[in-house]
């Protein structure tokens, strides 16, 4: 077997035109697949790069993560110069990443139509909020708005009042939607050898992405009982107090309870017919999640967590962020890389969660500068013709 090195990606090009979050993070996965990823940047920087930057260097966190290893060009597309580079820069690329209102990518030549124009080979992929063809099409949209009408808010306080994800999960959730679908193009272009327009709206990838356990009964038409998983929903469900701290515990099997009630002395539970199968436990969730939480409540963090491990339950103790940094299993496995930034120092990073046994990751150097590639980038493209 050839062992290869640099990535699945190794050889694709990519011109990333997005900003903030959902496209540079979609990016950035192609990037640590080995993905050449050239960010192309409005002359004032990605907005995220002034984020919480404590800087003043345009070195906020969020750019510092979701632009690790990739290139940066300032360009504004509406001069002629500019635009003029960056067509040039189309005709070599394999992709490019947006993420434009449908009729924002045509006003700003970033549309299939025009690109392909140079190059048919081009992969557009355009993230946005609603599908093009609905009447929210051509709305603004950002997670807060996402969670919201995608019903992700309402599910997070079933029967009160809803409540936001705190983190923007539905940008990130699309950006893994948007990584896929461009690898999938690229995958389809060697049998086809032309480009196509990769659509990826956030609203449909989140309700797609809930209503697979959510839907229940409403997955017939018409329904054959009410929309929502139980046990989800449960508002017992959530991270449970012992008598020195918390744990987090999800038994699901017959055997995975059997253990649970071994670990609290109540094996007498396993043949009770509120809880001896999974469509019983699912109906009575509640009355076995309040349960659970008493007697949890007077025991000691360690002894559960040994017992439930040893029966094979799934259960960790609860970490807070900062816990993350010094988490024996992520530091065995290194998963928090160093970095040395040419003007910050000493930076912190999430090294690619994915390992490919054959063709490696690429954790890449530290994130851009404004406009730092922008000779060597236009060095490395074709002399145009006349």
């Known amino acids: 077997m050839t062992t290869a090195t640099g990535g699945p990606l190794r050889g694709v090009t990519i011109l990333d035109t997005t900003n903030m979050l959902m496209g540079p993070y979609a990016t950035l996965v192609l990037a640590q697949f080995g993905a050449r990823v050239v960010k192309v940047e409005p002359l004032d920087g990605d907005i995220a790069r002034r984020i919480n930057d404590v800087t003043g260097q345009q070195a906020g966190p969020i750019h510092l993560n979701a632009n690790r290893?990739?290139?940066?060009?300032?360009?504004?597309?509406?001069?002629?110069?500019?635009?003029?580079?960056?067509?040039?820069?189309?005709?070599?690329?394999?992709?490019?990443?947006?993420?434009?209102?449908?009729?924002?990518?045509?006003?700003?030549?970033?549309?299939?139509?025009?690109?392909?124009?140079?190059?048919?080979?081009?992969?557009v992929c355009g993230m946005h909020g609603y599908g093009s063809t609905g009447p929210y099409g051509p709305l603004p949209a950002y997670d807060?708005?996402?969670?919201?009408?995608?019903?992700?808010?309402?599910?997070?306080?079933?029967?009160?009042e809803p409540q936001y994800v705190r983190s923007p999960v539905t940008d990130k959730i699309t950006a893994l939607m948007a990584a896929s679908a461009i690898a999938a193009a690229l995958y389809e272009r060697r049998e086809s050898g032309v480009g196509q327009y990769v659509e990826v709206p956030m609203l449909e990838t989140i309700v797609q992405f809930l209503m697979i356990?959510?839907?229940?009964?409403?997955?017939?038409d018409p329904p054959r009982g009410p929309i929502g998983y139980p046990r989800s929903l449960s508002p017992y469900r959530r991270p449970m107090r012992t008598a020195d701290g918390l744990i987090g515990l999800l038994p699901s099997t017959d055997a995975q309870w059997h253990g649970v009630f071994d670990v609290l002395d109540?094996?007498?539970?396993?043949?009770?017919?509120?809880?001896?199968?999974?469509?019983?436990?699912?109906?009575?969730?509640?009355?076995?999640?309040?349960?659970?939480?008493?007697?949890?409540?007077?025991?000691?963090?360690?002894?559960?967590?040994?017992?439930?491990?040893?029966?094979?339950?799934?259960?960790?103790?609860?970490?807070?962020m900062e816990d993350l940094f010094t988490d024996p299993h992520l530091t065995a496995t290194g998963y928090?890389?160093?970095?040395?930034?040419?003007?910050?120092?000493?930076?912190?990073?999430?090294?690619?969660?994915?390992?490919?046994?054959?063709?490696?990751t690429v954790a890449g150097g530290p994130a851009p500068r404004l406009d730092q590639d922008r000779d060597r980038v236009e060095a490395g493209l074709p002399v145009p013709p006349g």
Request: hydrophobic letters at 45%.
């Open 144 to 160: 807060d708005a996402m969670q919201a009408i995608s019903g992700l808010a309402a599910a997070q306080s079933w029967g009160s």
């Open 213 to 220: 356990e959510q839907q229940c009964g409403y997955v017939f």
């Open 69 to 123: 290893g990739k290139e940066s060009v300032a360009l504004d597309l509406r001069d002629a110069a500019d635009r003029a580079l960056f067509d040039r820069m189309v005709a070599t690329a394999d992709v490019v990443a947006h993420n434009r209102p449908p009729g924002s990518d045509v006003r700003l030549g970033l549309d299939y139509a025009t690109l392909s124009a140079t190059n048919p080979r081009i992969i």
């Open 266 to 320: 109540a094996g007498e539970l396993a043949t009770d017919p509120r809880f001896a199968t999974v469509e019983a436990r699912s109906e009575h969730i509640d009355e076995l999640y309040a349960w659970l939480a008493a007697e949890l409540a007077i025991r000691a963090t360690d002894a559960l967590l040994a017992g439930f491990l040893e029966r094979r339950v799934p259960a960790m103790r609860v970490n807070s």
């Open 336 to 360: 928090f890389q160093a970095t040395e930034h040419p003007d910050l120092g000493r930076l912190r990073h999430a090294a690619p969660p994915v390992r490919f046994s054959r063709s490696g």
